[in-house]
């Protein structure tokens, strides 16, 4: 079992940053490829940027790469998410998620924590 809490959303204006944190827990977290996703209204759950606790391997959406990035913390059992030059159609609810492959498929992600709101005003 794997538990995630997600903390930093806000308002921003465009152009801004904001940080967003993971806080993962649970015996095997440690096993677990960590992935940021995102939902806005009425759309589907998309991936934005992937990291694992080893190596590590890292992806990234076509379309956050070069403005966002993605750090872990083995230490303190955190991922983060760096998102500059941020635009409104960022926009969404942002979710935390673990998985047991390197994948950009929500569905392969077993674990997921409450979400957090960003929201981007232009």
């Known amino acids: 079992q794997v538990q995630l809490v997600e903390s930093g959303g806000g308002l921003v204006q465009a152009g801004g940053s904001l940080r967003l944190s993971c806080a993962a827990s649970?015996?095997?977290?440690?096993?677990?490829?960590m992935g940021w996703f995102r939902q806005a209204p009425g759309k589907e759950r998309d991936f934005v940027a992937g990291?694992?606790?080893?190596?590590?391997?890292?992806l990234y959406a076509a379309s956050v790469k070069g403005r966002f990035t993605i750090s872990k913390d083995n230490a303190k059992k955190t991922v983060n998410l760096l998102m500059n030059s941020l635009k409104p159609e960022d926009t969404a609810v942002y979710y935390c998620?673990?998985?047991?492959?390197?994948?950009?498929?929500?569905?392969?992600?077993?674990?997921w924590g409450q979400g957090t709101q960003v929201t981007v005003s232009s």
């Open positions: 998620a673990a998985g047991r492959v390197v994948t950009m498929a929500a569905p392969r992600y077993d674990y």
């Open positions: 990291i694992s606790w080893s190596g590590p391997i890292t």
């Open positions: 649970g015996r095997t977290f440690s096993s677990y490829y």
